[in-house]
């Protein structure tokens, strides 16, 4: 680590400083923006503990799109016993890690050191990037794997760049599509012969897939398809939605959607930063007048959000704050950089619109650390304290069915079935009849307690005469929960009360 990565890791913990800052003047107290982060954590302690990969425990489950953080998380929760500091440390470590290497990158186009130091400082001031160093999610771990991996290509190392996005692949399944573009190269790339050109490209190919290989088994173990049950449960359309049985029409999977991806991703960069976006798009240009490895670049840029919309869409590449696409954010500002050094040959101009851009970056992250901080206090509010209700009312042996099965699971350590079908993938076939599916399914399940936003179900939320609300909360002033109220129903196969309903299935 030299005196420029010491500027770049102070620049990480300095904007860390501004989020933690509005995180305890608006939610009071440490925690996550999102209800997702506490799977991981629920995930890892069971992992750590020794009961496997599991969310309930001794039911193993791939309920992970990105499995490789789970096991950081556990191995940190295994040596330090604290979840949130090893959480958060690690997010804010891979964050520094991943504006040193966005410098390393931008150095080997530019060969500048100055350009060099203002992408890698760039990098971790980002608000999307601090988001994500805090959030309890694989983000900052995603962005440092595919960074890493990109430079890799860019110094012509084949086969450390196949291990780089394998790994990166593991951490975020989007990273796959930089696995594609590298293999796509190694097709093509001018070799003595076409015997060894067909040599390399499928070592690179079978070298991927062996790193892949675990995760693969464990969801066809636990899920029956070679994707987590969180790619099934959340996926929308396109390619995966097909090969599952839930074909969309072509002009939606092939054009809609795409254009209108392409369109968000624009939007969010320009969101991050307009500087971004400007001289971004100058730098793409640049970057495929390179030839070679800087088209690939160009094409991991351009090609994303389009590969989100074809393959297994959803919600958009904007969605919990750009998370799915944050891989590539210092990507995009390598290409931002490379693109200013083209532009403005004028060492004193570029330094002033550099200066400029990192001074703009300050700015822009005050809104979004006060984003940050109204998440942590909408799941610390809600998920967070039903959880710890649930921990303290209930009977330990009761049985949660759930919307929202982050939070509300690792504070109650109780038996829960996920109604989203993230760690419960025999939800999915009744969740895709809508209510009347998702009734039949708890009919089956016969849950004791049911937790739910009665916006998500209104009709099971409606009838009272079945599912007796005993608490609920509300939020003031809501910005990233699923709905304003989230309602705790007793059963009607609760077996706790003197009038139980006995299970259709037989169960209990």
């Known amino acids: 680590m030299d005196r420029d990565d010491l500027l770049i890791l102070g620049a990480a913990l300095g904007v860390a400083g501004l989020f933690t800052f509005q995180e305890l003047r608006i939610a009071g107290t440490i925690g996550f923006p999102l209800d997702d982060s506490w799977i991981h954590l629920r995930f890892a302690q069971n992992l750590a503990e020794g009961n496997g990969f599991s969310y309930n425990r001794g039911v193993p489950v791939a309920g992970s799109t990105a499995p490789l953080w789970t096991l950081l998380l556990a191995m940190g929760y295994k040596v330090s016993g604290a979840m949130l500091t090893t959480v958060k440390g690690l997010g804010l470590l891979f964050a520094a890690a991943t504006g040193g290497v966005t410098r390393r990158l931008v150095g080997e186009l530019t060969h500048d050191r100055s350009l060099a130091l203002a992408a890698g400082i760039g990098t971790v001031l980002m608000g999307r990037m601090a988001w994500g160093a805090l959030s309890g999610m694989e983000v900052t771990l995603a962005a440092f794997l595919a960074t890493l991996g990109l430079l890799s290509f860019l110094r012509g190392s084949l086969w450390s760049s196949t291990v780089v996005f394998a790994l990166a692949t593991l951490a975020r399944p989007e990273a796959g599509l930089l696995f594609v573009l590298l293999w796509g190269y190694a097709c093509l790339e001018p070799l003595p012969s076409v015997w060894r050109r067909a040599r390399v490209a499928a070592g690179s190919l079978a070298l991927y897939l062996l790193l892949l290989s675990p995760s693969v088994a464990l969801s066809l173990l636990t899920v029956g398809q070679p994707v987590p049950a969180t790619a099934l449960a959340k996926v929308e359309g396109g390619l995966l939605a097909a090969l599952t049985g839930q074909p969309e029409p072509l002009r939606l999977a092939l054009w809609a959607r795409p254009l209108g991806y392409l369109g968000e991703y624009a939007a969010m960069l320009w969101h991050d930063h307009p500087l971004l976006l400007l001289f971004g798009a100058i730098g793409v240009g640049q970057l495929w007048r390179l030839g070679g490895r800087g088209r690939v670049l160009t094409l991991a840029l351009l090609l994303h959000p389009l590969a989100m919309a074809w393959v297994a869409p959803y919600r958009g590449p904007a969605f919990q704050t750009g998370r799915y696409?944050?891989?590539?954010?210092?990507?995009?500002?390598?290409?931002?950089?490379?693109?200013?050094?083209?532009?403005?040959?004028?060492?004193?101009?570029?330094?002033?619109?550099?200066?400029?851009?990192?001074?703009?970056?300050?700015?822009?992250?005050?809104?979004?650390?006060?984003?940050?901080?109204?998440?942590?206090?909408?799941?610390?509010?809600?998920?967070?304290?039903?959880?710890?209700?649930?921990?303290?009312?209930?009977?330990?042996?009761?049985?949660?069915?759930?919307?929202?099965v982050g939070a509300i699971a690792f504070f109650s350590d109780r038996e829960v079935i996920d109604l989203v079908g993230l760690v419960s993938p025999e939800v999915l076939p009744y969740k895709r009849r809508g209510e009347s599916g998702m009734l039949e399914f708890l009919e089956r399940a016969c849950p004791d307690y049911l937790i739910i936003f009665p916006t998500w179900y209104p009709r099971l939320a409606a009838a009272t005469d079945r599912f007796h609300p005993i608490h609920r909360i509300r939020l003031a002033e809501n910005h990233v929960a699923g709905g304003d109220e989230m309602v705790v129903f007793l059963t009607p196969w609760n077996r706790w009360r003197p009038d139980r309903v006995a299970c259709s299935s037989g169960k209990r």
């Open 325 to 404: 696409s944050s891989h590539l954010l210092p990507l995009a500002v390598a290409a931002a950089v490379f693109g200013l050094g083209e532009l403005l040959k004028l060492p004193r101009i570029r330094q002033a619109v550099v200066a400029f851009g990192l001074l703009l970056s300050l700015i822009l992250a005050w809104p979004s650390a006060r984003e940050y901080a109204w998440g942590v206090q909408n799941i610390n509010a809600m998920q967070v304290e039903l959880g710890l209700w649930v921990d303290r009312e209930l009977p330990r042996d009761g049985r949660l069915a759930l919307n929202d």
